[in-house]
């Protein structure tokens, strides 16, 4: 089985800030890679799928990138509704774990 | 539109039984995999297991086999999480979803609301 680390788990930034979350993996996907964001009380929503594509209706200050074992999802300028919690997931094989999560929290 | 819409939420004992359900709407629900994903209080997303309505074919995370059973009855577009004899570590929020295109079924594009599980004596 693959396993994957995202970091950090948690990410204290102010409104504007940049900010970036790591996810690596123990073996290579290719860019079988998604992010998700998930609000308190609210199931996930997909952010970014291989690696870099961004889902429909995702503002354009969300990006992803990397290929094979590590990967970036970055925040150009924090919003007040980017304040969540962000998941990684490989989709390269089965099963298609979740990374642990990163909070974003206001500083 | 796509719409996912789980059952509400439950209250049980250890050692009960229990099956959840997800009733799909708005697309071809043969032809998409449709997903369940647990996430315990204050923790992060697992993903259970998975199951093609078309053909009841199933896939099971390792952690999960053996654990719950996940089915789908086609004729009313709605797939089952259940478990045999619950315990209180089967407390949690369990999400279906389905994937954004049929032949990606682990990327999962279309959630649930959600249904909360709680399991106490």
């Known amino acids: 089985a693959i396993w994957m680390t995202q970091s950090p788990s948690l990410l204290s930034a102010s409104t504007g800030d940049r900010v970036t979350i790591s996810c690596r993996m123990s073996q290579g996907i290719s860019s079988y890679l998604a992010w998700y964001q998930q609000k308190p009380g609210k199931a996930p929503e997909l952010l970014i799928y291989a690696a870099s594509t961004l889902q429909s209706g995702v503002p354009s200050r969300f990006s992803g990138s990397g290929s094979g074992t590590d990967f970036t999802l970055t925040i150009s300028c924090l919003q007040s509704e980017d304040f969540a919690t962000y998941y990684c997931q490989q989709y390269y094989s089965f099963p298609p774990i979740f990374g642990g999560g990163t909070k974003v929290e206001i500083k | 539109e796509v719409q996912l819409v789980q059952s509400g939420a439950e209250v049980k004992k250890p050692g009960e039984s229990l099956k959840i359900s997800c009733k799909g709407s708005?697309?071809?629900?043969?032809?998409?995999?449709i997903g369940w994903v647990r996430q315990m209080p204050g923790k992060g997303l697992e993903w259970m297991g998975i199951i093609y309505p078309g053909d009841s074919d199933t896939r099971y995370s390792p952690s999960f086999q053996g654990q719950v059973t996940i089915s789908a009855d086609k004729s009313i577009s709605t797939a089952y999480l259940q478990w045999s004899s619950l315990k209180a570590s089967d407390t949690a929020m369990y999400y279906c979803a389905r994937p954004k295109e049929p032949t990606t079924a682990a990327l999962l594009d279309y959630w649930g609301q959600g249904t909360l599980v709680t399991v106490s004596s």
């Open positions: 708005g697309y071809s629900f043969t032809s998409y995999w």
